[in-house]
């Protein structure tokens, strides 16, 4: 968690990934990375991926893997200068009537 002068600004969860990824040993998974959209571009979202990173590492895992929405542009920029590739692995899910496409993203820690 990132906390600014009262309150937390931003937040990652990581754990052991939830799918199958073929062949990459152990893989751990960014479930959620959420950064106050004020302070957004202030570093604070690259600092809590490196602490996950760190962390992940120190627990055995090789590789990092998420999901990211596919229209979000802003997201994808930032996961690829962190090192993170889409892999061509993508899911929909659907909510309501409208389907959102995720697209895999992956980087060796």
């Not at 596919?70 to 899910?93: H, I, V, W």
Request: charged share 30%; with cysteine.
């Amino acid at each position: 968690m990132a906390l600014g002068d009262r309150d937390p600004v931003g937040w990652i969860c990581f754990g052991p990934w939830r799918g199958e990824v073929p062949d990459l040993g152990r893989v751990g998974e960014v479930y959620a990375l959420y950064v106050s959209p004020d302070l957004i571009g202030q570093g604070i979202g690259r600092r809590l991926l490196e602490e996950a990173h760190a962390q992940m590492k120190s627990q055995g895992f090789e590789v990092s893997a998420l999901w990211v929405l596919s229209d979000n542009e802003r997201g994808r920029r930032f996961y690829e200068r962190s090192g993170y590739q889409a892999d061509g692995a993508t899911q929909d899910d659907p909510y309501d009537e409208i389907t959102l496409t995720e697209l895999r993203y992956q980087r060796v820690l």
